[in-house]
């Protein structure tokens, strides 16, 4: 999803004719995560942080549910889905910006219809490449925050739609805040974001995804984004997940 101009824009759900070219997109992002894996750990350039601009709030018209288990978002249906995927991701990881761009709407519209339930591991893969340190931590707990305050979709949506780049300033705990009051997360929202509630399992599901051989890209490294669908890592070779989200 392209940086979003201050205002509100607003999310639509995906035609089945989109089909062929959800294909394409999540090969081609699949054969990227599997090639290159964690590169994201690695390179980049320095230079003095600039200030963040105010998150410009991207609506997102959801029907589905959410709840937190564990540290983990779970979206959807809470039994009788007939597929469901793992996204492993970080908020300020770019090639997590490009799969919610070109995946977010068909998996919006999957969810709404109970052919999937998404459950999203929220990781700090990131964590020292932001101006302070910690907005990795900080915009999962918030995105964990708002699964529990009936906005995930929303903040999902806004804090991909205008994420920072890296090795510059992330947004703060103020306009994490006031990105939750705008698309109407619950009461609970403001107090789960300034005490970082989630913060600890940010960091808890990063360990355990990072020890998990099952999630070790062929490069030999965990990166972001990870996608398992129904139990198998997709890769270039094995890649279900065009097929469910065509509907």
Do not use: W
């Amino acid at each position: 999803m392209a940086k979003q101009p201050v205002g509100v824009t607003k999310a639509r759900g995906a035609g089945a004719s989109r089909g062929p070219r959800i294909a394409a997109v999540v090969t081609v992002l699949i054969v990227a995560v599997a090639v290159f894996g964690g590169i994201f750990l690695f390179g980049g350039s320095g230079g003095t942080a600039a200030p963040a601009a105010p998150i410009p709030p991207t609506r997102v018209d959801a029907t589905y549910p959410t709840s937190v288990q564990n540290g983990v978002v779970v979206a959807g249906p809470a039994a009788g889905a007939p597929h469901t995927l793992d996204v492993y991701e970080d908020a300020l990881c770019p090639a997590c910006r490009q799969f919610e761009t070109q995946a977010g709407e068909p998996i919006t519209a999957a969810l709404d219809a109970g052919r999937l339930q998404v459950r999203y591991h929220l990781v700090n893969l990131l964590e020292d490449r932001s101006q302070p340190a910690g907005y990795s931590t900080a915009a999962g707990n918030a995105i964990i925050c708002a699964a529990e305050n009936g906005a995930f979709p929303s903040v999902h949506a806004s804090l991909y739609a205008a994420q920072p780049e890296e090795n510059a300033a992330g947004f703060t705990t103020e306009q994490l805040v006031a990105l939750g009051q705008q698309v109407g997360a619950g009461p609970g929202y403001a107090a789960c974001v300034q005490n970082g509630t989630h913060s600890a399992a940010v960091a808890q599901n990063l360990q355990q995804a990072s020890t998990d051989p099952a999630l070790q890209a062929p490069a030999g490294s965990f990166g972001t984004p990870t996608l398992v669908l129904d139990g198998r890592l997709q890769t270039s070779q094995n890649n279900q997940l065009a097929s469910v989200l065509g509907g």
